[in-house]
Structures are given as structure tokens and as C-alpha cells.
């Protein structure tokens, strides 16, 4: 097997995967096409076979397996959807597979992986980042001889999650003037890239990862794959702290930008495909229109640009912290430290003369309740308008009492979310 990636590989994953896989819709969208003043299309990934691309990469691979290699069964790491990929893929060729997951992956996708393996998947649950869980699922594959089925970082699993852009190019119209895909470990826009730039080398091709888990970016700036020192886990799908040895050089000479997205943004645009468009995204599966949003130019007269919906496995128990990030990248929540002397009327003051209207306290909560003198207490005020800050600090400013901004990237803004 050869270590690099080939067109052929991709076509050949395509004629694999033709009975099992969705052809995934590649849909006009409204609402970024008039943001963005030109033709946007979505490549719905969300709505694929186990809500996720991934399970073209699993299934490619584990179908192409020998039978002594079946036999062996198979072992994956995962944050979620490669793992639900390899249950559905074990379920449906009957072999044998474990799971590692971190703690942090969503119960939903736990329980998701479970269901589409039943009895052929064991669900490991391993550390906190996929790291760590990858790590687990190695040394278990050293120790029994299962196949290692690695998620981005092999040619077979690449080769499938490719046939993601043979797709794009097969269903629209004219070549895309850009493609936007989410990165985690580089697999899908390995393949990604590989399809385009020799079936329409003009499209311009741009990566999407979490700033907090910038693994990509810092490939390239370094050189060479290496591991992130620290890692934000939210975007899970996306969340890898080192990138493949086999996909960054794929990424470094066909790829043409990649941007690193705020997770805010990330939260407000899947708020948008949620209320605006009816479509549940992931954090990763947000990751692409972001990106288009924010940070990629584009203009009407362009051929149209495509975003890769990623994924759909999202927990309806995040959506509090989603709206939340969200209303803080976009300008409309702060918090404040705000010190409160221990004496009749001092928060009457603060309700009257400080906060202005239309502007909502959403938390108080004092920090420090010993102090006989006066009272520290956590404020988060939430406005109309995002415009509406300049006046409120304004008037904090002028107040006697001590305040104190709490900006978003502050170490204690962590503990607010």
C-alpha cells in the first residue's frame, strides 16, 4: 500500500462506499449566499449515514481489510463520529471493534456509538482529550493484534472521507471558486484537496479549525506535525492537538489557506443553521460557514463557494453553553467584577444609575461573602445592542463604585462557561 494519496484510491473508495453511503445533498443556502453576496452551497455531511463524513473513512478502511486482518477484529479512538462510523462498519461486516473515546465526548455520541455496534462494539471511555484516548487504543491494538483504524492519518481512511469532494464537483453546476472544510487531523481536507486540484486545480481550497485547537496552523507555521501544548476541547470533532504525519504534507502543498475560527463564531453559526435554516449542526459541522463568514473573501462575481457541513451529532444539552458563547462573540453578554459596599442602596445605585435601558443583569452571584466592609459580586449584563458597551463602561466609570471587566480571553472568563 502506498503511503501517498492517489485519485485512483479515491475512485476506488467511491465504488466501495456507492451501496453503503449517502450521495449527501449539495444545497443552495439562503442565508450565507445574502451575507456573503454570492452563490453559497452546502454539502449536507449532517444528514450521512451515522449524521457524520466519517463514516467513509471507517467503512473504506475496515472494508478493505484482509480476512486474517478481520479476524484480528479492530480498535479505534475517537471524539464521536469516527467511532460511530467504525460501529456501523463492524455491525455491517460483522468484525469484532473497541472504541476509546475521551470523557469529554458528548453522551450523545456514547450512546450513539453503542447502538450502531451492539453487540460487536465495546464503548472504552479513556482521559480527557482524543489524545489520550488514541493513546489507550494503540497500546491495545500492540497487545491484542487488533487493526488500528485510525481516523485521519492513513491512506484508506483518507481515500473514503475524499469521495466528500468527487461529490461537490459531480453535483454542481460549474467549479466551486472556493471549498471551506473543517480540520481536525487533516483527513477529510487531504482527500479533499487531492480530488480538486487535479479535477478543477482553479478552486481555491481553505481549511477551517477551532482556534482553540489549532493544530493545523501550527503545523504549518513550525514545519512539521507537533503536539499543542494546551487544547479547548469544545469543537470536538475538531479538537486534535497533532495533526497527521500523512496528511500535513497533503495539506501544505495543495491546500491554500487555513484559518483559525473563534468559537464563538463557531456557536453563532450554528445557531443561524439551527433557527434560520432547520439544520442541526455540530460544533465541527459550523465550522466551515464560520469561516465563510468571518474570514474568507469572496465575492458575487465568483463561481459559487462551497461549506462542508461535517457533521450533525450535536447534544441538546450544549446548546446553553452554544448560546452563550455565542452572545458573547457577538458583543451582546459581559461580565464584571464589581465591588459593592456593604450599605443600604448601593445595588439600587447600581440598577439605576449604571445599567441603562434595555440592558439585563443574567448573573450576580457574590465571590467573597466574609468581607464585613464590602461585597465583590459577579455581574453578567446582557445588552440590546452591541454598540450599547461604549455607554454602559461609560457610565460604569463614572459610578463610585469599583468595577471591573472580565474580558473573554481572561483565565478566570473560563469559569463562566
Known sequence: MTDRLTTAMISD?????????????????????????????????????????????????????????????????????????????????????????????????????????????????????????????????????????HPFDDVRTMAGQGTVGLEILAQSGEAPHTVVVPVGGGGLISGIAVWLREHSPSTRIV????????????????????????????????????????????VKDLVD???????????????????????????????????????VPYSSSAGPLVCVVSGGNNDVSRYGEVLERSLVHIGLRHYFLVTFPQRPGALRHFLDEVLGEGEDIIAFEYVKKNNRDTGPALVGIELERASDLDSLLFRMKASPLTVERVPPGSPLFTFLL
Not at 478493505?64 to 456501523?88: I, K, Y
Not at 439544520?279 to 459541522?285: F, K, R, S
Request: aromatic share 4%; charged share 25%; net charge negative.
Open 207 to 250: 481549511g477551517a479549525e477551532p482556534a482553540g485547537a489549532a493544530s493545523m496552523r501550527a503545523a504549518l507555521d513550525h514545519g512539521g506535525p507537533l503536539a499543542l501544548p494546551e487544547l479547548d476541547s469544545f469543537v470536538d470533532g475538531a479538537a486534535v492537538g497533532r495533526v497527521g504525519d500523512a496528511t500535513f504534507p497533503l
Open 257 to 295: 489557506e487555513v484559518v483559525a475560527v473563534d468559537e464563538g463564531a463557531v456557536c453563532t453559526e450554528m445557531l443561524d443553521l439551527y433557527q434560520t435554516d432547520g439544520i442541526i449542526a455540530e460544533p465541527a459541522g459550523a465550522l466551515a460557514g464560520a469561516a465563510a463568514r468571518e474570514l
Open 13 to 149: 473508495a467511491a465504488e466501495r462506499l456507492r451501496p453503503v453511503v449517502r450521495r449527501t445533498a449539495l444545497e443552495p443556502n439562503q442565508r450565507l449566499s445574502d451575507l456573503l453576496g454570492g452563490q453559497v452551497l452546502l454539502k449536507r455531511e449532517d444528514a450521512q449515514v451515522c449524521r457524520s463524513y466519517k463514516v467513509r473513512g471507517a467503512f473504506n478502511l475496515i472494508a478493505s481489510l484482509t480476512e486474517e486482518e478481520r479476524l484480528r477484529g479492530v480498535v479505534c479512538a475517537s471524539a464521536g463520529n469516527h467511532g460511530q462510523g467504525v460501529a456501523f462498519a463492524c455491525a455491517r461486516l460483522g468484525i469484532s471493534g473497541r472504541v476509546y473515546v475521551p470523557s469529554t465526548t458528548p453522551r450523545q455520541k456514547r450512546a450513539r456509538i453503542a447502538a450502531l455496534g451492539g453487540d460487536r462494539v465495546e464503548v472504552v471511555v479513556v482521559g480527557g482529550t482524543y489524545d489520550e484516548a488514541s493513546t489507550a487504543a494503540h497500546a491495545d491494538s500492540e497487545h491484542t493484534g487488533a487493526i488500528y483504524v
